[in-house]
């Protein structure tokens, strides 16, 4: 009888320890990452857990919001506060801002996320190039769209055109939203302002990058970019364009005080209607 009472109290203590070892491993199981990398036709995007593509806005490039109303009803926001991110991500990418209406949303590099009410499935990139200001969100973006009012150093408003109008006009930023010029005297991927001494690059800085290009929003066509080596540096070129920043835009998303200086047309943003730069 207490040789039966042993053996059925030691068959109760393994119970007891594997239920206490199964609840380990699900105490430290690893909740799956709010924000991941997904593969798509346009290759690997911002998604939710769900596989949901992230998107931004062109008009969003200062860090604001400004996808609202009908725009929003079209556009749902994402907000995930602090959210736990997938391979290839960085946390310190991602953060919060209140909107204009009050409500959160996440940011990934300062731009504001969103979801595509058309896209129905995980994977689907329909958003992508809407209006043409609309991209998918990607980790490694060379160069993004924007869309805003141009505002020179003088404040005056200009136009894409480079004359003095009200309206919104499509630029190319980099991943930051930091306004990227061209310089109207260069040649084909020849940077001719740029002294060797650099002693004018803090006027007007080189957009310094790696020999690889990142990704490029699929508005625009890879095959019009690519480097040089300019001084030292290397350089991206859009059409033949040398990219520059402005030194007094002071690394502000968005600024445009560049295309004032040191008159309209000297220094003009590019985007995908640009002319091709002179041999």
Not at 59 to 64: I, N, Q, T
Not at 137 to 155: C, E, F, P, W
């Amino acid at each position: 009888m207490k040789s039966s009472t042993n053996i059925r109290y030691a068959v109760l203590i393994t119970s007891l320890m594997a239920v206490s070892l199964l609840g380990c491993v699900q105490d430290h199981t690893v909740p799956a990452s709010n924000v991941i990398l997904a593969s798509t036709s346009i290759g690997n995007v911002l998604a939710d857990e769900n596989g949901k593509t992230l998107y931004v806005f062109g008009r969003d490039v200062a860090g604001d919001a400004n996808c609202a109303g009908t725009c929003r009803d079209l556009w749902p926001i994402y907000y995930k506060e602090a959210p736990s991110v997938g391979t290839g991500l960085k946390t310190s990418d991602f953060a919060t801002i209140t909107r204009p209406d009050g409500d959160k949303q996440t940011t990934y590099k300062g731009w504001p996320l969103y979801y595509y009410k058309n896209d129905t499935k995980a994977g689907d990139v329909l958003g992508d190039k809407v209006g043409g200001i609309w991209m998918a969100s990607k980790a490694h973006y060379t160069v993004m769209i924007a869309s805003r009012q141009l505002v020179g150093n003088d404040g005056k408003n200009y136009t894409f055109d480079t004359k003095e109008g009200v309206g919104n006009s499509t630029f190319l930023v980099d991943s930051v939203g930091l306004t990227l010029y061209a310089f109207a005297p260069d040649k084909f991927n020849v940077n001719t302002y740029t002294r060797p001494d650099l002693s004018n690059d803090p006027v007007w800085p080189i957009f310094v990058t790696s020999a690889t290009i990142g990704d490029i929003p699929s508005v625009l066509s890879t095959s019009d970019f690519r480097t040089i080596t300019a001084v030292g540096k290397t350089q991206l070129t859009y059409k033949g364009w040398p990219m520059y920043y402005f030194g007094q835009d002071s690394k502000q998303r968005g600024a445009t005080k560049g295309v004032s200086v040191p008159r309209p047309g000297v220094w003009p943003v590019v985007n995908n209607t640009s002319p091709v730069a002179p041999n």
